[in-house]
């Protein structure tokens, strides 16, 4: 799988860190029909420890932006400059590609642009996307539109990483 997406230095640096937990989580891109991000949003509502950071918008931003409610550990940024979205990823446990089957993608260009950064991804892609999460040992799956599915996927990014599966 070869995406043509340039290594950024300045992303890279905050990924490298060693993760203790997997708190938060960031989404960026677009808000529409392919993608799963209200199953993402309930999660992070049911779980006081995990917060999610969004960039991006598209069609389906208010909807999203009212499924959020007043919820603090839910931020919604907008389109933001390089440097800012590099100083937003900088501080994200993981990656989400939260998107639905039927969009018919076997790998987006996200999980080129999460691994880039170095970042663990949780994917709600099995497939191709989920095979090169498992052979690169960069992240899980979970199953779309199930929240407990999603948390109990974060969990399980948190346990693969504490025992040097993930890196």
């Known amino acids: 799988c070869h995406h043509g997406i340039k ?12 993760l203790q937990c997997v708190g938060k989580l960031v989404y960026a891109g677009n808000m529409s029909l392919s993608y799963d ?4 949003i309930d999660a992070v509502k049911s779980s006081p420890r995990l917060e999610l ?5 598209g069609p389906d931003e208010p909807a999203l932006r009212r499924r959020s409610g007043r919820c603090e550990r839910i931020r919604f940024h907008g389109y933001l400059m390089r440097r800012d979205l590099a100083a937003l990823l900088r501080e994200a446990d993981a990656g989400i590609v939260p998107m639905l089957e039927e969009s018919c993608v076997g790998v987006p260009y996200k999980l080129a642009d999460y691994a880039a950064a170095g970042w663990p991804v949780l994917s709600s892609l099995d497939g191709e996307t989920g095979e090169l999460l498992r052979r690169h040992r960069a ?14 996927a974060v ?3 948190e346990t693969d990483i504490g025992a040097g599966k993930i890196t």
């Open 7 to 18: 290594f950024s230095p300045e992303i890279r640096g905050g990924a490298m860190r060693r």
């Open 37 to 40: 991000l209200a199953t993402v």
């Open 53 to 57: 950071d969004i960039a991006g918008s």
């Open 139 to 152: 992240g899980t799956t979970y199953d779309a539109r199930d929240v407990q599915s999603f948390i109990t």
């Open 155 to 157: 969990t399980r990014l």
